[in-house]
């Protein structure tokens, strides 16, 4: 059903939700697992541009996608990652259009109707942007 599953991380705890959730669902599935981190600072959204070298957080960020990918790997899954840069939503779209997921998969924080009015989120912007499945999981609070 699910053959390539997008996993957007932060980079946070919240992960651990959301790669729990979903290593059930792609083992049912066979899906290969594609994972992405947004760098969405001033730094990564303009660095090639200013022909900047990468900052110690993009760095670290890609170390944390691989680590995570092989972790993946060695519990049997095809597992791949992005280290992407610049607006969140449109990052996570692009890499699940180039990689043709037919599922994008992320944890969401819950903030509350009122709050995301106000601030946004990138789950809500990723689920009206796209024509791919999203499916939501809620961090513990």
Not at 1 to 6: D, V
Not at 18 to 32: G, V
């Given at each position: 059903?699910?053959?390539?599953?997008?996993i957007p991380l932060e980079n946070s705890p919240a992960d651990?939700?959301?790669?729990?959730?979903?290593?059930?669902?792609?083992?049912?599935?066979?899906?290969?697992?594609?994972l992405v981190h947004v760098a969405d600072g001033f730094a990564?959204?303009?660095?090639?541009?200013?022909?900047?070298?990468?900052?110690?957080?993009?760095?670290?960020?890609?170390?944390?996608?691989?680590?995570?990918?092989?972790?993946?790997?060695?519990?049997?899954?095809?597992?791949?990652?992005?280290?992407?840069?610049?607006?969140?939503?449109?990052?996570?779209?692009?890499?699940?259009?180039?990689?043709?997921?037919?599922?994008?998969?992320?944890?969401?924080?819950?903030?509350?109707?009122?709050?995301?009015?106000?601030?946004?989120?990138?789950?809500?912007?990723?689920?009206?942007?796209?024509?791919?499945?999203?499916?939501?999981?809620?961090?513990?609070?």
């Open positions: 059903m699910y053959r390539t599953i997008l651990e939700t959301i790669l729990r959730h979903i290593r059930e669902l792609a083992r049912l599935c066979h899906s290969r697992l594609v990564a959204r303009h660095q090639d541009e200013l022909n900047l070298e990468d900052s110690e957080e993009i760095r670290q960020d890609r170390v944390y996608l691989a680590q995570r990918a092989e972790e993946l790997s060695r519990d049997g899954f095809e597992a791949s990652f992005h280290l992407a840069r610049g607006d969140p939503a449109h990052e996570i779209i692009e890499v699940a259009r180039k990689e043709s997921c037919d599922l994008i998969a992320m944890a969401t924080h819950g903030h509350g109707l009122l709050k995301d009015a106000i601030l946004g989120t990138v789950a809500s912007d990723v689920r009206h942007r796209t024509d791919v499945p999203v499916l939501l999981v809620r961090v513990p609070a």
